[in-house]
């Protein structure tokens, strides 16, 4: 679950939460939180970078929304951009799965 017990939401640094963390193509994060005051959209390097939704960005607003990690970057932000700024976005490099045993 993204962000841990606290979800995603604006008073944790979810830059911070991902690091030490591996994560792998094929994962799935869950991203829990108030969909009243948030959102998540699944963007592109300049999405992220700008905090702003990029054109095809995939918008979710459900408040419990499961994402499938693809292999590399991964980019994640809350669509209001003061949100964003303020540390709501996150870059994720998921890796190849570590091969079955």
């Known amino acids: 679950m993204v962000g841990d ?3 995603w939401d604006s008073g944790l640094d979810m830059e911070g939460w991902t690091k030490g963390k591996n994560f792998h193509a094929g ?3 869950v ?3 108030d969909n009243q005051q948030f959102d ?3 963007v592109n390097q300049t999405g992220h970078d700008s905090c702003t939704p990029n054109e095809g960005a995939k918008v979710l607003n459900s ?3 499961k994402i499938q990690l693809a292999l590399g970057a991964n980019y994640f932000i809350d669509t209001v951009a003061d949100v ?3 540390g709501m ?3 994720i490099n998921a890796t190849a799965p ?3 045993v």
């Open 40 to 42: 998540v959209a699944v």
């Open 5 to 7: 017990e606290g979800g």
């Open 63 to 65: 408040g419990n929304d």
């Open 31 to 33: 991203f829990t939180y």
């Open 84 to 86: 964003c700024a303020a």
């Open 89 to 91: 976005k996150m870059a």
């Open 27 to 29: 994962d799935f994060l």
């Open 98 to 100: 570590p091969p079955s």
